[in-house]
């Protein structure tokens, strides 16, 4: 399995921009498919977004589509998580994630290996 280790998180106003990046241990980073989720409080993980092993495909859920994008550097074994005009109610742990699989059901479930996630405040 590969290490994931999310940065990036903080405290930002609504309407306003983060980064976040995860980087991953191994020499095989590229075989990866990689996803952002993200947990709030009393809620379930949710798929935010994906993209494939060379980064030529990405998915986003609905919400953030035209607010999100994500991208990988293979040469760096990172794949970012550019978040604009964030929302309150996204406020949460964002998680990294990873799996060799393309993922079908775009849930938690798709995915093997994980970071410790990184916790975003998007106050109002």
């Known amino acids: 399995q590969v290490q994931l280790v999310e940065s990036g998180g903080g405290l930002v106003q609504a309407g306003g921009s983060l980064r976040l990046s995860c980087a991953a241990s191994?020499?095989?980073?590229?075989?990866?498919?990689m996803g952002w989720f993200r947990q709030a409080p009393g809620k379930e993980r949710e798929f935010v977004s994906t993209?494939?092993?060379?980064?030529?495909?990405?998915y986003y859920a609905d919400s953030v589509k035209g607010r999100f994008t994500i991208s990988r550097d293979n040469a760096k074994n990172t794949v970012y998580l550019q978040m604009n005009n964030l929302k309150p109610e996204e406020t949460a742990v964002y998680y990294c994630?990873?799996?060799?699989?393309?993922?079908?059901?775009?849930?938690?479930?798709?995915?093997?290996?994980w970071g410790q996630g990184t916790q975003v405040t998007v106050s109002s």
């Open positions: 994630a990873a799996d060799r699989r393309v993922p079908v059901a775009l849930a938690p479930s798709d995915f093997g290996s």
């Open positions: 191994g020499r095989t980073f590229s075989s990866y498919y």
């Open positions: 993209i494939s092993w060379s980064g030529s495909s990405t």
